[in-house]
């Protein structure tokens, strides 16, 4: 069994259309988060969500807005796309918000956007 | 403000040669440390993590790393190359404060292994 699954893993759209990518965890973790990684692969917290409730918003355009309808799920919804949302997204959870745990990262979800 | 800096965006081995890939971290409080694995086009696998109980930490796939406070590193080190490790590799330190903890992720670097 996955433990963090994403989808879609890959993701082609227009500028200005509104899209949806899906995270589920069977870890049990009660904490979530969702990454952006760039075209030069660097890798930054977006949210972090903790018993459904979000704990961490960095400095991310309001077209982004995370769900989590329960502890298992943390889905992103992004907005009237542009050029710039091109990248790989990746959900990830670990057991608590402490700096101690460590994060089970999903296989991500390339997003193109033309 | 806790970040951390790879040194080296890419590293050459030959196949059996030793491994070293580095790791600098900024913190002003004791840190806890993690070196992932990322596979062409998959998600980041945890290799190891530094949480303060034992300096050297042992991780999967024959990798280990030292924590040396007063060098400030977390190098991440293999014995013997396999083909099979390359992959791209990042150091992170986690951040805790008010609103949460998240990860803060060098910029990685990639190994090569040749045969």
């Known amino acids: 069994d996955t433990a963090v699954s994403q989808t879609p893993k890959y993701l082609v759209t227009q500028m200005g259309n509104d899209k949806s990518i899906k995270c589920e965890q069977n870890l049990g973790h009660d904490t979530m988060y969702w990454y952006k990684q760039d075209s030069k692969k660097f890798l930054k917290i977006m949210f972090s969500y903790n018993n459904k409730e979000l704990i961490i918003n960095e400095t991310v355009p309001n077209r982004f807005s995370p769900k989590s309808p329960d502890k298992a799920h943390l889905n992103l919804h992004i907005n009237s796309l542009e050029l710039g949302d091109s990248a790989v997204y990746f959900c990830a959870s670990s057991q608590g918000t402490g700096g101690i745990y460590e994060q089970y990262f999903g296989p991500g979800t390339r997003l193109t956007v033309t | 403000a806790q970040s951390v800096t790879q040194l080296g965006s890419h590293v050459s081995v030959s196949e059996g040669a030793l491994v070293l890939l580095r790791c600098n971290y900024s913190s002003s409080v004791p840190p806890y440390l993690f070196w992932y694995v990322q596979y062409p086009n998959q998600g980041l696998q945890l290799l190891l993590k530094?949480?303060?109980?034992?300096?050297l930490v042992k991780g999967i796939n024959g990798f280990e790393a030292e924590f040396k406070k007063s060098e400030t590193s977390f190098h991440l080190t293999k014995p013997s190359a396999h083909m099979s490790d390359a992959a791209e590799y990042f150091c992170a330190v986690s951040v805790t404060n008010q609103a949460g903890t998240a990860l803060i992720f060098g910029k990685g670097t990639t190994l090569s292994v040749s045969s």
């Open positions: 530094y949480t303060s109980a034992a300096t």
